[in-house]
């Protein structure tokens, strides 16, 4: 007979809010923050095996440190389980050893992408920290749930022992079988505000779910899929997706906008249709937006668009074909400018995601990408540094070359919480990328043209409350930046 233990899943405090979902978990420059997705839905997975779980996001309700383990101590749980990443590693670990501090006598374990790489570094690191999960941890939880005493045989959990040394079983395989998990939307409705979370790009409030898991791409700068999601591409069934995005639309009707958070929504066009399909049979009056690649055919695009899709965030990433190839990212800049115009013909909205400072980069190959992403003509674009997370290639790359700055991963993320820019390039260094980087954001957005074509592409008076929400916040950020606040 199991015995009764008691699981809290939290989504860990901070100084300010930060996603640290997010595949860039800083403070957003837009007011973004993400759901904790991941511990959502392995609380999901624990409550569906009958273990007493509980799912706390700290972050929205602004607690700080000593509010959380106030919390903690008056609810004393068995297991705490929350998530890391690289630039909020030190603080994290911090809030551990003031929790052990104070006298909690339960377990805590950290999941996420940084401790997937590094999980033997980290617990020699902070001995507080008991467990370390590897990978995917939806199924391992429960597992060690029932197990804290004695966790040695459980896959995907690293721990220290009193020997000094790390104990590990070895990662636990991916899930293959995704209409197993719960509906995400189910564990939110029943733990989280939807109100607390905000996407720029999307109608608020919105909502994150997953409808596959990993990657098939090759992109040398990706975190996910070379860290917890992996290589191999998992889907949930269409008609699996398709009743996740019934139950919002009759369960949760204030959601005006549903995110497919997945690494590529787009990767299997027949998948896609199919859903689509689905959606218009089932005539089902949802708004959703994906993650996309630039390959998508014209006839997948207007399919999409024709069962409710309203945005397609896409990563060209670079406008020089060379460093496409440097990146391995699969795509050529013909097939972005095709598919930029199919879905401009279809009106359907693009984010347009942008890097400077990948393998190769120069001053002329940047001013190529800021031209690229002018042609291409997206609602929004982003220009973002390149930021070599442990576990890339982009990273090994960085350090076998000398390029990295620092492996101080407390030096990752400034005082306003923003991803430090962390490579020295050979013609300019990070301080220079950093105002370069900055001056792209500025020459794009608030530039008379674009600032006519984004009031003209946004007659309702609720669009424009959104975007002056997240231009407001960018321009926080960059004040504060003129103003010597780093």
């Not at 994906?290 to 014209?298: E, F, G, L, M």
Request: net charge neutral; hydrophobic share 40%; proline share 5%.
């Amino acid at each position: 007979m199991r015995k009764e233990i008691n699981l809290l899943f939290l989504n860990l405090p901070y100084d300010f809010e930060i996603s640290r979902a997010s595949r860039w978990p800083e403070k957003t420059k837009s007011r973004t923050l993400y759901y904790p997705y991941w511990l959502a839905y392995a609380a999901g997975v624990a409550e569906a095996e009958g273990l007493n779980t509980d799912l706390i996001d700290a972050i929205p309700r602004k607690w700080d440190r000593q509010t959380a383990v106030d919390h903690i101590l008056s609810s004393a749980p068995d297991l705490v389980i929350g998530e890391t990443t690289t630039p909020t590693l030190h603080y994290d670990l911090d809030f551990i050893r003031q929790l052990k501090a104070a006298g909690f006598r339960g377990k805590v374990a950290l999941g996420g992408t940084h401790i997937t790489v590094l999980y033997e570094e980290t617990l020699k690191s902070c001995p507080e920290l008991d467990f370390a999960l590897v990978g995917e941890y939806d199924r391992t939880v429960p597992e060690l749930a029932d197990a804290l005493d004695n966790p040695e045989p459980v896959h995907g959990v690293a721990f220290l022992k009193a020997d000094g040394t790390v104990r590990f079983a070895g990662r636990r395989p991916v899930i293959e079988d995704l209409d197993t998990l719960p509906f995400v939307s189910e564990v939110y409705r029943k733990y989280l505000d939807v109100r607390d979370y905000f996407y720029g790009l999307a109608q608020h409030p919105m909502i994150q779910i997953l409808s596959s898991r990993g990657c098939p791409f090759r992109c040398s700068f990706c975190q996910y899929p070379q860290t917890m999601g992996g290589r191999t591409y998992r889907v949930r069934s269409p008609e699996n997706v398709v009743a996740e995005l019934e139950f919002i639309g009759r369960e949760m009707p204030e959601i005006r906008e549903i995110f497919i958070e997945d690494d590529t929504f787009t990767v299997d066009k027949k998948r896609v249709e199919r859903i689509c399909d689905l959606i218009l049979e089932k005539q089902l009056k949802l708004v959703w937006s994906c993650n996309a690649r630039a390959d998508v055919p014209y006839e997948t695009l207007a399919k999409m668009k024709a069962a409710g899709c309203r945005l397609l965030v896409v990563g060209y990433e670079s406008g020089n074909e060379g460093i496409l190839k440097n990146i391995e990212k699969g795509i050529t800049l013909k097939q972005s400018r095709e598919f930029a115009k199919a879905a401009k013909k279809l009106g359907l909205r693009v984010f347009g995601c942008f890097i400077v400072g990948l393998t190769g980069e120069t001053r002329e190959t940047i001013e190529e990408t800021f031209h690229f992403a002018r042609e291409t003509d997206a609602d929004m674009v982003f220009f973002q540094q390149a930021v070599p997370f442990p576990g890339t290639e982009f990273y090994r790359s960085c350090e076998t070359e000398g390029m990295l700055r620092t492996r101080d991963f407390s030096q990752w993320m400034n005082a306003q919480g923003h991803l430090a820019c962390l490579v020295d390039y050979a013609e300019f260094p990070h301080t220079e990328l950093e105002k370069i980087r900055d001056r792209l954001m500025v020459r794009y957005h608030f530039s008379p043209v674009y600032i006519l074509k984004t009031l003209v592409r946004n007659p309702s008076l609720r669009e424009i409350s959104r975007i002056m929400k997240s231009g407001i916040g960018y321009l926080a950020f960059r004040t504060a930046r003129l103003f010597g606040k780093k």
